[in-house]
């Protein structure tokens, strides 16, 4: 989902004074009802990551994350929720995601056993979806974000 106007953005570079081409935007998870509970944990300060397959960019031809991206996070019916901003971007097998990482992601009780249950069955899901086989072996792309806008919420 990407956006060639918005107002959130519009806000935040009016505040900032800047001026710069809109970001995409996007949701988090794959179900309207998981992009309303993620994006919520956005607002709260919780969810400061994500992560998804490096072959689901590649497959969309898309760039990969880069420090200082922009992204306009949109609820499950597609309204704008918040701007962040990419920190960090790690490449890893998917086994290899650790417990600082699953921490960051912030959903279910944050451990790295509740992170590996919820992205093995996303991930099963978008392989049943796109037509491959999912193995934990796969490359994934971990991305660490900070909340930017609403201001009141930044930090």
């Known amino acids: 989902m990407t956006a060639d ?3 959130i953005w519009e806000e935040f570079c009016a505040d900032k004074g800047i001026s710069a081409p809109c970001p995409p935007s996007d949701q988090f998870g794959d179900t309207p ?8 944990l956005v607002l709260k300060g919780q969810k400061q990551a994500t992560c998804e397959l ?3 960019f590649d497959s969309r031809g898309l760039a990969l994350p880069a420090i ?3 992204w ?5 019916s597609g309204a704008e929720q918040c701007i962040i901003e990419t920190t960090k971007v790690d490449l890893c097998r998917v086994e290899q995601v650790d417990e600082a990482f699953a921490w960051d992601e912030g959903e279910g009780d944050r451990s790295l056993a509740y ?3 919820a992205h093995d069955a996303y991930f099963a899901r978008q392989a049943e979806r796109d037509g491959f086989t999912y193995t934990e072996d796969m490359t994934c792309v971990c ?6 806008w609403p201001p009141d919420l930044a930090k």
């Open 5 to 7: 106007r918005s107002s």
């Open 143 to 148: 991305e660490r974000f900070k909340l930017v």
């Open 72 to 76: 306009i996070i949109v609820d499950g």
């Open 33 to 40: 009802e998981l992009a309303d509970a993620l994006a919520k």
């Open 68 to 70: 200082g991206d922009h």
């Open 54 to 56: 490096k072959r689901w």
């Open 115 to 117: 992170w590996k249950d």
